[in-house]
């Protein structure tokens, strides 16, 4: 049973950093490819970054492309979203996920929440 388990959410103010980790069992890590996506109140989920299995290439949302770096270590099955220079408008619940391809993915997280205040 695969299982995605995101941690890092919390308040901070903008221009301030936070560390989205996700971590995943259930398969093995290195042979899927993971993504971040986010959903702010009232707004469909959109995709924000994703990474290929060896992690040598990396996919950005015009919106958060220069401040958020995603990254992933096989050892650890882990993938992380670096986010820099927060923005209010990056408010969201932030969802990781993992599929065969960049583009398709078939299991997600819970979700952790990040604000950030004005």
């Known amino acids: 049973q695969v299982q995605l388990v995101e941690s890092g959410g919390g308040l901070v103010q903008a221009g301030g950093s936070l560390r989205l980790s996700c971590a995943a069992s259930g398969r093995t890590f290195s042979n899927y490819a993971m993504g971040w996506f986010r959903q702010a109140p009232g707004k469909e989920r959109e995709f924000v970054a994703a990474i290929n299995r060896s992690g040598g290439s990396t996919y950005y949302a015009d919106s958060v492309k220069g401040r958020f770096t995603i990254s992933r270590d096989n050892a650890k099955n882990t993938v992380y979203l670096q986010m820099n220079s927060l923005k209010p408008e990056d408010t969201a619940v932030y969802y990781c996920?993992?599929?065969?391809?960049?583009?398709?993915?078939?299991?997600w997280g819970q979700g952790t929440q990040v604000t950030v205040s004005s």
């Open positions: 996920a993992t599929g065969l391809r960049i583009s398709v993915y078939d299991y």
